[in-house]
Nanobody, 119 residues
Framework: QVQLVESGGGLAQAGESLTRSCEASGRPFGFSSPAWYYRAQGKERELGAIIRSGNIEEYADAVKGRFIISRERARHMIHLQMNNLKPEDTGIYYC?????????????WGKGTQVTVNG
């Protein structure tokens, strides 16, 4: 069964750092459009960071300069380094990738993990 498995810290104090990771199961041939979304309480899910074609990183204004998205192609993993965390970063974080398998390709999402930043 194909799935994205998320891991990493989920609780921090304001000003601290956390790293979230996401690994694709099932040995895909490759992946593209890796991204992290987050959903703050009472709000819609929104894009936090993404790596677009040409290896161009794009960040939401709210996290620009503080969050860093990266990927490990060989391990089919992506990471989100979250620095100088703020209470408003609190929310559920989801990873997503387009995975390529011998049977085809598709967009997959992690289950989402709560990140709480205490002020």
């Amino acid at each position: 069964q194909v799935q994205l498995v998320e891991s990493g810290g989920g609780l921090a104090q304001a000003g601290e750092s956390l790293t979230r990771s996401c690994e694709a199961s099932g040995r895909p041939f490759g992946f593209s459009s890796p991204a992290w979304y987050y959903r703050a309480q009472g709000k819609e899910r929104e894009l936090g960071a993404i790596i677009r074609s040409g290896n161009i990183e794009e960040y939401a204004d709210a996290v620009k300069g503080r969050f860093i998205i990266s990927r490990e192609r060989a391990r089919h993993m992506i990471h989100l380094q979250m620095n100088n965390l703020k209470p408003e970063d609190t929310g559920i974080y989801y990873c997503t990738m387009r995975l390529v398998y011998h049977t085809g390709s598709g967009d997959y999402w992690g289950k989402g993990t709560q990140v709480t930043v205490n002020g």
